[in-house]
């Protein structure tokens, strides 16, 4: 172990030297512990690593992972808790649901359900959740519900980690851990949202690192379908953020996604607002129009005024980011979810 490069809540980023390169070449690499599973390490400290993100070139943090200090193990949890998430791997993190017995906020949300119509902003994309609380005014509480599709530690985000004096708070569910509370569903999750936490409206989408295979069905955000069944079932109001571009070189990506075709027009089997905002590229909106033509009467298409959302996404507090691609090179997608996020304040009005 080198030195620390850098931190945020939940995680540190440090140096370190691999021994599988001989003294007189020495390789480095950026590496990322989680101090809350593997303790803090120090500088000198021996350091068991997973490369496998490395070795696989991924695109979303590219880092060494911190397994274990051998030398130095951390202190066995004791509680308070008792629900186990990542679940029998090595590095099952155990924590405390906030329905479960003896949670402060157990009797709000066992007792909990119905959302009572809040608006529920779902995004097939991590990338989206800056955007969308973008337009929504400061005034208005926002919670933020991360599933596991994506990265299971919340503390990989540095995108939460910088909107975290925005958000009310954070919930993760299912096998996702690390947000200010824990639900073993999106069902609890949602509840604790409005009722843990305050929440007037909530973003819900996977964390950083989805999964794809580029097929139909092969791919984490699609859940967003099954995120809007459960938004209906408990009385909210499900607001998509739709993934559109006219900047994804995949043709399968062009104008609506294919992903939120199948999320909206298969997987989801309640109504949803599908908001597009005015003020894209003629082209852009005209291939938006028709593919949403193509989706289940069901859902609400709503046109929502575009009028200052560049402004506010470009003062976003942390960089807007999506497959590599900034606000000035997507501008479709990110307008996109700040309209979904206006689109849930102006529900409030």
């Not at 005014?137 to 975290?164: C, E, H, K, N």
């Not at 043709?251 to 003020?279: E, I, W």
Request: hydrophobic content about 45%; glycine content about 12%.
């Amino acid at each position: 172990m080198l030195g620390e490069r850098c931190r945020w809540r939940g995680a540190i980023e440090y140096q370190v030297r691999l021994d599988t390169r001989s003294p007189d070449d020495p390789e480095t690499v950026r590496a990322l512990a989680y101090p809350d599973l593997v303790g803090t390490p120090q500088a000198g400290d021996r350091v068991l690593l997973n490369t496998n993100a490395l070795a696989l070139s991924l695109g979303t943090g590219g880092y060494a992972l911190v397994v274990a200090v051998p030398d130095r193990l951390p202190a066995d949890p004791t509680g308070p808790g008792h629900v186990v998430k990542a679940r029998y791997t090595p590095l099952q993190a155990v924590v405390q649901a906030v329905d479960e017995d003896g949670a402060p906020h157990r009797d709000a949300v066992a007792g909990a359900d119905d959302l009572a119509g809040m608006p529920v902003v779902l995004a097939d994309l991590h990338s989206a959740l800056p955007a969308v609380l973008a337009a929504i005014p400061a005034r208005i509480p926002v919670a933020y519900l991360m599933t596991d599709g994506g990265a299971l530690p919340a503390w990989f985000s540095r995108t939460l980690d910088g909107l975290s004096d925005r958000l009310c708070g954070t919930v993760t569910a299912g096998q996702a851990f690390g947000g200010d509370l824990e639900a073993a569903t999106v069902h609890a999750g949602l509840l604790a949202c409005r009722y843990a936490l305050g929440a007037a409206v909530t973003i819900v989408s996977q964390g950083p690192g989805n999964l794809g295979t580029g097929t139909r069905w092969g791919y984490s955000g699609v859940a967003v379908g099954e995120a809007v069944n459960a938004v209906a079932v408990l009385g909210g109001r499900p607001i998509g953020s739709l993934r559109i571009s006219d900047a994804d070189p995949r043709p399968r990506h062009q104008g609506l996604s294919h992903h939120s075709r199948t999320a909206y027009g298969r997987v989801a089997l309640a109504a949803a607002d599908l908001v597009v905002p005015t003020g894209l590229a003629p082209a852009l909106a005209e291939r938006v129009a028709a593919d949403l033509r193509e989706l289940p009467a069901r859902h609400r298409i709503v046109e929502v005024d575009g009028t200052g959302l560049l402004d506010a996404l470009r003062a976003s507090p942390v960089r807007l980011s999506t497959m590599g691609r900034g606000l000035d090179a997507d501008t479709g997608y990110f307008l996109a979810a700040a309209a979904a996020g206006r689109h849930a304040a102006d529900l409030l009005a």
